[in-house]
Structure formats: structure tokens, C-alpha cells
């Protein structure tokens, strides 16, 4: 058996073959692109609700660091009040003693003088 072909038959067949192989390239190709665009969406829409959801981290993160920072100069503020009165409240160790050492002498020179107008009275 034997199959005879002509050369135009053999063209023509060969054609087809190439344009059967072209036609499923396109829409295997065709299919691959579109997967691939949903893909790229996917992960666009992913990419996007991440960025919102660390842009919205970030800003009540800074919204605590300005609670913090606020509370921190109200903290520095008091401080720096109760240094201011704090002179006015309390007496150093050492004007203490000078005071009372004052005081002290005093009291030992009026009873030097108690003793001398005593013993003169009894005398």
C-alpha cells in the first residue's frame, strides 16, 4: 500500500498542521495571560489592603507616641513645679541646724543671766 501525495496536498497539509499548532499556541497563550492578569490583580488588591492596613497601623502608633509625648510634658512640667516648691515647703538639714543652734544660744545666754540675777538674789 502505498499513499501518494502531491506536493500542494503536502503543503496544504502541512498548513494546517501549522496553523492547528498556531491557533491552540494563541489560546493556550491567550489563557495564560488572562491567569496571569487575575493573578496580578490578586496580589494588586493583597498589596493594597496591606498598605492600608500598615498606613493604619502607623497612624495610631503615632497617635500613641503623641499621648505619650503629651503625658511626658505634663510629667516634666509637675516636676519642674514641685522643684519650684519644694524650697518653700522644706527646710535644708543645714539651715536647720544653724537655726537651731542659734536658738540654742540664745536659750544658754538667758540662763547665764537667770543664773547670775539668781545668785544675786540669794546672796
Do not use: C
Not at 493556550?28 to 496580578?40: H, T, V, W
Not at 493583597?46 to 498598605?51: E, L, V, Y
Amino acid at each position: 500500500m502505498t499513499v501518494q501525495m502531491e506536493f500542494w496536498q503536502l503543503l496544504t497539509l502541512l498548513l494546517a498542521f501549522f496553523g492547528f499548532v498556531a491557533g491552540s499556541a494563541k489560546v493556550l497563550f491567550s489563557q495564560i495571560d488572562r491567569r496571569l492578569n487575575e493573578r496580578f490583580a490578586a496580589l494588586e488588591a493583597a498589596r493594597q489592603m496591606a498598605d492600608s492596613a500598615m498606613q493604619a497601623t502607623l497612624n495610631r502608633h503615632a497617635e500613641e507616641e503623641q499621648k505619650v509625648v503629651t503625658r511626658l510634658q505634663a510629667l516634666d512640667r509637675d516636676f519642674m513645679q514641685w522643684k519650684a516648691e519644694l524650697p518653700l515647703q522644706y527646710v535644708r538639714r543645714e539651715d536647720y541646724v544653724r537655726g537651731q543652734t542659734v536658738l540654742e544660744a540664745k536659750m544658754d545666754a538667758l540662763y547665764n543671766k537667770l543664773e547670775v540675777v539668781q545668785m544675786k538674789g540669794q546672796r
